[in-house]
């Protein structure tokens, strides 16, 4: 129940039915609360007992979710920058210069950049600029996948 993808995975679902149902009468207020007073437990985790490397980029962009759906808690700040932090940390150890992942698989190369893609995603929806350094390797990511893939994709 508590490891870092399944924290992450539960705030970004959260965030869509939380906000996708609003108006529907069968998101209760009392499943309402219980989701808000867990939150902050599930940002807490992610901000504290993340994993490196591909699971880092999802946890990371859990937390970004998080600090952007409901800027309301307290931490929300601080983890939108902590995510921000970590990411241009990770997205400098993870990918050569290149643009290949290190783990050089197409699959965890498209995981870690489908959600170093989607912190640029929220970033963007909340006003918030991305360094350009951050979208610079994220295009040689892009590149890396146009030279390597096959024609039949």
């Given at each position: 129940?508590?490891?870092?993808?399944?924290?992450?995975?539960?705030?970004?679902?959260?965030?869509?039915?939380?906000?996708?149902?609003?108006?529907?009468?069968?998101?209760?207020?009392?499943?309402?609360?219980?989701?808000?007073?867990?939150?902050?437990?599930?940002?807490?985790?992610?901000?504290?007992?993340?994993?490196?490397?591909?699971?880092?980029?999802?946890?990371?962009?859990?937390?970004?979710?998080?600090?952007?759906?409901?800027?309301?808690?307290?931490?929300?700040?601080?983890?939108?920058?902590?995510?921000?932090?970590?990411l241009t940390e990770s997205l400098d150890?993870?990918?050569?210069?290149?643009?290949?992942?290190?783990?050089?698989?197409?699959?965890?190369?498209?995981?870690?950049?489908?959600?170093?893609?989607?912190?640029?995603?929220?970033?963007?929806?909340?006003?918030?600029?991305?360094?350009?350094?951050?979208?610079?390797?994220?295009?040689?990511?892009w590149n890396y996948l146009a030279y390597?893939?096959?024609?039949?994709?």
């Amino acid at each position: 129940m508590w490891r870092g993808l399944e924290v992450s995975f539960r705030i970004k679902a959260w965030s869509r039915v939380f906000y996708g149902l609003m108006k529907n009468k069968l998101l209760t207020p009392a499943t309402r609360l219980l989701i808000l007073s867990s939150l902050p437990e599930h940002g807490h985790y992610a901000r504290n007992f993340h994993a490196q490397g591909n699971w880092l980029t999802m946890e990371m962009t859990g937390l970004a979710t998080l600090s952007t759906a409901w800027p309301e808690f307290s931490e929300s700040a601080a983890w939108l920058e902590y995510a921000g932090k970590t990411l241009t940390e990770s997205l400098d150890e993870q990918v050569y210069p290149d643009g290949a992942q290190t783990e050089l698989t197409s699959s965890y190369h498209l995981v870690a950049l489908s959600n170093f893609s989607g912190f640029v995603d929220i970033c963007r929806q909340a006003n918030i600029p991305v360094p350009k350094k951050f979208h610079k390797k994220l295009e040689s990511m892009w590149n890396y996948l146009a030279y390597t893939i096959k024609p039949d994709g």
